[in-house]
C-alpha cells in the first residue's frame, strides 16, 4: 500500500476519534439526568475512559513495536464500537463506566498505531506530520459538538449519539478490511551481529528531556480536558442552552485545529522546545478568560485562544520523541499518549469534585494552575536541551 494511502487512512481514524472523542461532554448533562447521579459521580466517566486509555496507549505502544499496528488497529475499531453501543443500551452507571474503561483500552491501541504509523512514514518532516494528524483529530472534534447538539436539541436522546459513534468505527473497520490494510513497521536499531534490538523502557524513563516531554503532556491534557469535558455542564450551570454549551466545545476545536496546522508549519523550522515553550506561555495567560468570565462572548474567546495555544504542545512533544527514540516509535508514543490519559483521567474528575463544593470556577482553577506549572516545565525543556545538546541515541 503506497504511502499516500496509508497517509489518508491513518488521517481518517483520527479524524473519527477527534468526532467520537467528545461525545461525552455534551451528552453529560443528559446522563447526569437520566441516570440521576452528582457532579462528582458523574466526573467518573471521564476517569474510567482516561483509566482505560491509559493502560491502552501504555499497553499499545509495547504490544504494536513487536507485533505490529495492523492487529491492534482492528481490535481498536472493532472492540470501541461494540464498547459504544453496549453503553447506548446499558441502564446502568456502573456498567457505563465500565464499557467506558474498555473503549478507552483498545481506543489507546487504536490511537497509539495510528501515531506511531505516521511518525514512521514521515521520519523527515514529524514535526508538520504529527501536529497535522492531531490538526484532523481537531476537524473532527468540530464537527462532533455540532453534531451531538443537534441530536439532544432535536430530543433524540444521548444514546442515540452514542449508537451512532459504534456505527462510525464499525464502517471504518469495514473500509480497513476491505483495502487490505499492509503498514510498515518502525525501523530498528542493529547489533553488530546484525540483529534487530529494541531500546529499553528505562533509557526513555531516565532520558532527561523525555521526562519533561511527559509531564508537558499530562499537564496539557489535564487542563484541556477540563475545560472542554465541563464547559456544557458549566453552561447549564449558568442558565445558557443545550446548543451554546456544544457551541463551546467546537469553538475549543476550532481553536485547537487552527493551531495545530499553524505549529504543523513551523514546529520543524522554529525548533520543538521553542514551540512548546510558546504554546505554553499562551495558554496559560487566556486560559483565566474562559473560565473566570460570564459573557458568553469573553467566554468563547478565551476558549478559543486557550484551544489556538494548547494545540501544539502534545503532538510537537511525540514528534520530538520520536526524533530522540526513532528504533522505538511505538514505545515512546504509548509512554506520552499514557501521560496524556492520566492527566484526563485526573484532572477533571478532581475539577468536578471541586465543583460540587466550590463552583466551577474554583474547579477549572485546578486547571490553571497546572498551566503555571507547565510554563516552568517548558522553560526546563530548553535548558535540559543546551545542557544535554538533545542527546539522540
Request: one cysteine or more; a positive charge.
Amino acid at each position: 500500500m503506497n504511502k499516500r494511502l496509508l497517509t489518508v487512512i491513518s488521517y481518517l481514524g483520527y479524524f473519527i476519534i477527534g468526532i467520537i472523542t467528545v461525545v461525552l461532554s455534551p451528552s453529560l448533562p443528559f446522563m447526569i439526568k437520566d441516570f440521576n447521579i452528582s457532579l462528582g459521580v458523574a466526573g467518573a466517566a471521564f476517569t474510567a475512559r482516561a483509566g482505560g486509555s491509559f493502560f491502552g496507549v501504555f499497553l499499545g505502544g509495547i504490544l504494536a513495536d513487536k507485533f505490529g499496528k495492523k492487529p491492534l488497529i482492528i481490535m481498536g475499531c472493532l472492540v470501541q464500537g461494540l464498547a459504544m453501543a453496549a453503553i447506548a443500551t446499558t441502564k446502568s452507571w456502573s456498567m457505563v463506566l465500565l464499557f467506558f474503561v474498555i473503549n478507552g483500552v483498545f481506543g489507546g491501541f487504536l490511537g497509539t498505531s495510528l501515531n506511531t504509523l505516521v511518525a514512521d512514514i514521515y521520519a523527515d518532516r514529524r514535526g508538520a506530520a504529527m501536529n497535522a494528524l492531531h490538526g484532523v483529530y481537531g476537524v473532527g472534534s468540530l464537527i462532533g459538538p455540532v453534531a451531538v447538539g443537534l441530536v439532544l436539541t432535536w430530543q433524540f436522546g444521548w444514546r442515540l449519539v452514542f449508537y451512532g459513534a459504534s456505527a462510525l468505527w464499525i464502517l471504518y473497520l469495514l473500509l480497513i478490511l476491505t483495502l487490505g490494510l499492509s503498514i510498515p513497521e518502525s525501523e530498528k536499531k542493529e547489533d553488530l551481529s546484525g540483529k534487530q534490538k529494541q531500546i529499553p523502557v528505562k533509557s526513555f524513563l531516565l532520558h532527561p528531556i523525555f521526562i519533561v516531554l511527559v509531564l508537558v503532556s499530562f499537564i496539557y491534557n489535564g487542563s484541556a480536558t477540563s475545560l472542554v469535558g465541563w464547559i456544557n455542564t458549566y453552561m447549564n450551570k449558568m442558565q445558557y442552552s443545550t446548543f451554546l454549551g456544544s457551541g463551546m466545545v467546537t469553538i475549543f476545536y476550532i481553536g485547537l485545529t487552527a493551531g495545530r496546522f499553524l505549529c504543523g508549519f513551523f514546529s520543524d523550522r522554529a525548533g520543538f522546545s521553542r514551540t512548546i515553550i510558546i504554546c505554553s506561555i499562551g495558554s496559560l495567560a487566556f486560559y483565566p478568560l474562559a473560565i473566570y468570565t460570564t459573557q458568553p462572548i469573553l467566554i468563547a474567546a478565551g476558549v478559543f485562544l486557550s484551544g489556538l495555544f494548547l494545540s501544539g504542545l502534545h503532538p510537537t512533544g511525540l514528534a520530538y520523541a520520536n526524533k530522540l527514540f526513532p528504533s522505538s516509535s511505538g514505545t515512546v508514543t504509548g509512554i506520552l499518549s499514557a501521560s496524556l490519559s492520566l492527566g484526563a483521567m485526573i484532572v477533571p474528575w478532581l475539577v468536578g469534585l471541586i465543583a460540587d463544593n466550590a463552583g466551577f470556577q474554583a474547579g477549572f482553577g485546578l486547571g490553571l494552575a497546572l498551566l503555571f506549572i507547565l510554563v516552568a516545565v517548558a522553560a526546563r525543556l530548553i535548558y535540559q536541551e543546551k545542557k544535554s545538546n538533545t542527546d539522540i541515541p
